[in-house]
């Protein structure tokens, strides 16, 4: 079975980069089909998809957080990570990664989420 862990600063003061690492076990992030997402919900609020990187290295943001968004790999770790420039306190929000093995089924496994609060 798959398990996705994130972690990273749970801390991070505005106009800074927010870097949050996944790191998988029980399964390859070069698998073919695979995708390699991250979400995060605000306080109060939804789900919102940030993006995804894929088996073959490939990425693809939200419009609306694209330019601040940098998503890459280490595939020697198994690890993915996500980088999120100029935070702003609206940043704040428990991170998830999550795994698809298609694209039909994109976020099938999640990992168990970590806060990340922007303050100063």
């Known amino acids: 079975q798959v398990q996705l862990q994130e972690s990273g600063p749970g801390l991070v003061k505005p106009s800074q980069t927010l870097s949050l690492t996944c790191t998988v076990s029980?399964?390859?992030?070069?698998?073919?089909?695979?995708?390699w997402s991250w979400i995060r919900q605000p306080p109060g609020k939804g789900l919102e998809w940030i993006g995804y990187i894929t088996w073959t290295g490939s990425t693809t943001y939200s419009p609306s957080l694209k330019s601040h968004t940098s998503i890459s790999r280490d595939t020697s770790k198994n690890q993915f990570t996500l980088q999120l420039s100029s935070v702003t306190p609206q940043d704040t929000a428990v991170y998830y990664c999550?795994?698809?093995?298609?694209?039909?089924?994109?976020?099938?496994?999640w990992g168990q989420g970590t806060q990340v609060t922007v303050s100063s």
């Open positions: 999550a795994r698809g093995t298609s694209w039909l089924d994109l976020f099938g496994s």
């Open positions: 029980g399964g390859s992030i070069t698998t073919n089909y695979y995708y």
